[in-house]
């Protein structure tokens, strides 16, 4: 009795020993600045649309749904079309469950693992074995049922299954970021798609009211030149400018359709049946605020470091893992029949 109570004692004492790597987020260098010049306090205000100085926040940080900042609701509503349909976010959610999943099952391990079994058994035997022996009386027949439950406990002695634990909570969480990475990732094509898509706008705009103008510089000049005012080679000249405006005209018109078709694949939708509204840069406001923060402040931000990070702390426990299954393993095993 007193051995028993004594390595009772012992696993116990041997419960709190986790073997392998304690992993630790990789601390930010000690610095007071981390640009050579102090930042100014705005940006330099232009004229014409979207041309207002924008104000630096220092220590601020930028909100999970920064498009709104744009104040485009035709923008904000591509969006949400994109998040509702996007195959790759929906492929990331479903990772995140597997993970989630893997995670219980990992849990698990530290409670003891109980089974049940039980089956029927029908026998039959001669009334003789009884102590009955009248011709008329039949075998007798018994319905008999047996159960068993087995329980068995393994001493986590060594911390393996603690470190199992923590490295399957790294797994999910690197699915977690992964899930941001795509959400992010996602939003912001679109959104730069949009702005794309509004700068090409504008620049077919100023391309055709190039043409237009250099057209009708061509007309006078034809015109000077059969009043004598011009030369042939004043018609060649600008002939070519305005064919060289042209030529420009169709890369931009081809560049405007494959940004098109890259929102709409982007929201779920083929571009032969999505709807999507015109972007054009008088639409889109700049914000005024632009939150400035600390580039370690930035890092923790940014779902793919963080991800990374989580994988290097997944393989920092599985390191334990390893090192605990060189150990002793004991196990805990009961049965009640």
Known sequence: MYILILISCLCLCLSGCTVGPDFQSPSAPQTQSYTESEL???TVETKGHGGDAQVFLRGKDIPACWWYLFHSKPLNKLIEIALKNSPNLQAAQAALRQGEASLRVAVSAIYPALSFQAYPERQRFSGAIFGVNSPTS?????NLFYTSVNASYVLDTFGGVRRAIEAAEA???????????TYLTLTSNIVTSAITEASLRAQIKATEDLIVSQTQVLDITKKKFDLGGASRLDILAQETQLAQTESNLPPLQNSLAK????????IGELPSESCLPTFNLDDL???TELPVSLPSS???QRPDIRAAEALLHAASAQIGVATANLLPQITLTGNIS
């Open 171 to 181: 797994q999910f969480n690197y699915q977690l970021y992964e899930v941001e990475a």
């Open 298 to 300: 930035l890092v923790c």
């Open 259 to 266: 940004t098109r078709h890259a929102l709409s694949v982007l």
């Open 138 to 142: 039949g075998p007798i027949t018994f």
């Open 40 to 42: 100014p306090e705005k």
């Open 285 to 287: 406001h700049l914000p």
